[in-house]
């Protein structure tokens, strides 16, 4: 029943806020020509139309990947548009109550000056009407330049020292991927770019962190080759994330699921890439051994999965002076891996994507994720513990990046 009402609920929301922008839109071009001002007024209609009618039409749609990923554009532009609007309308609602406190004003006093009655006026304020609309349409433009960023790889070189790390892996260069999201790539050639500046940078071990895909295994059928050419000396590591066991997509049976998950298993082991499913290994270099444990996806948040088993992991582990941990979801960090593992050195997550809007600049970074994920891009720690939160290889739902470019990490233990 729920769902039923959904669209009409946004297609009332969208009339009204439109009706409420419209008279802002108004009041900015009062001082055009007739001729703009007319274009101007029937363009905003004609926007506004187009928007209900894809709203619509969006639930009905069936389309292939290619036509999927259009989609998502539209539907980007078309929240684009709406959150600008909400955002402007801030500054309308100012400028109405300004108007309303003139309004309540008038009608208990009036004041003089050179002899002459004068009444507030209640004309909307042109700056405020202007001023909204700028930073609803900043908003829009921001978006929509972030398409072009979805495939700017950022390597990022991070050093980590740990006292305890044996002499012989000293200087171990770690390259991490994380969150390639094969079903939402559509430009296999951008792609093998990022893959091409991993393999340059001739890593001793490569970590995957998990979501290899959005839902199905299918989806990486036109990249299994070109992420089979990522190798390592001491070998490519992976988990599964949220997104790897087919949760949110319809399935005809359990088994049909099971067997999408089986598959994208058999995937990774074609590739070469060793997956840690709540299991361990030791790293051998130089006579002397750390561990590498990987689990399932955990997570500390109640509409996430708990795949993840770290006891059943570390069991029978034979002793090591240092351990590595791979697990998708940062919130296990704080939840289970620190209070309970201290021996746990460095943790590799992902996940978070930096939700792919943020600022970033040097000495500063913001992004609405961190309300939700306190260790959300880069690198933390706690006492003795390190975790880093890798930003994501590939992204998903929005087509694109605004300050939050995708990542490659390039971890040297030191």
């Known amino acids: 029943m729920r769902s039923r009402y959904f669209v009409p609920v946004v297609m009332l929301i969208m009339v009204l806020l439109d009706l409420y922008v419209f008279q802002a839109v108004k009041a900015a071009v009062t001082h055009q020509s007739p001729r703009v001002r007319g274009g101007i007024l029937v363009a905003y209609w004609v926007i506004a139309l187009g928007a209900w009618i894809l709203v619509l039409t969006l639930p009905h749609m069936r389309a292939s990947q290619a036509h999927n990923n259009f989609r998502l554009i539209l539907v980007t532009v078309l929240l684009g548009i709406y959150l600008g609007k909400l955002i402007a309308s801030v500054f309308f609602l100012v400028d109405d109550l300004r108007r309303g406190g003139l309004w309540l004003f008038s009608l208990f006093g009036t004041t003089q000056q050179g002899g002459q009655e004068m009444v507030p006026g209640l004309t909307r304020s042109q700056f405020l009407s202007r001023l909204g609309l700028l930073m609803g349409g900043t908003i829009l433009a921001t978006l929509i330049y972030g398409f072009s960023n979805k495939y700017d790889y950022k390597i990022r070189r991070v050093k980590i020292r740990f006292p305890n790390l044996p002499a012989a892996f000293r200087g171990l260069k770690i390259v991490q991927v994380s969150d390639i999201h094969s079903g939402s790539l559509d430009n296999p050639d951008k792609v093998a770019r990022g893959v091409e500046m991993i393999v340059a940078e001739k890593a001793d071990v490569i970590f995957f962190t998990g979501d290899l895909v959005n839902d199905r295994s299918e989806e990486m059928d036109a990249y299994r080759d070109l992420f089979s050419r990522l190798q390592a000396p001491m070998g490519v590591y992976s988990i599964l994330g949220n997104h790897d066991y087919g949760d949110y997509t319809h399935w005809p049976s359990p088994e049909a699921k099971a067997a999408n998950l089986q598959r994208l298993k058999d995937i990774q082991a074609a590739m070469g890439w060793k997956m840690l499913n709540n299991a361990h290994a030791i790293l051998e270099r130089g006579g002397q051994r750390i561990g590498l444990i990987g689990v399932e996806n955990w997570s500390a948040k109640a509409h996430f999965p708990r795949y993840g088993d770290l006891e059943k992991a570390t069991q029978g582990m034979e002793p090591v002076p240092f351990k590595i941990l791979l697990s998708h979801d940062p919130s296990h960090w704080d939840a289970r891996v620190r209070p309970e593992h201290p021996d746990i050195d ?69």
Not at 349 to 370: D, L, N, R, Y
């Open 346 to 414: 460095l943790m590799l997550a992902g996940h978070t994507h930096g939700m792919q809007f943020g600022v970033e600049i040097p000495g500063f970074k913001w992004s609405p994720i961190q309300y939700a994920y306190p260790e959300w891009a880069g690198l933390y720690r706690k006492g003795h513990q390190y975790l880093y939160v890798n930003r994501g290889y590939g992204f998903l739902g929005y087509p694109g990046r605004v300050g939050i470019l995708p990542e490659i990490t390039v971890l040297e233990l030191v």
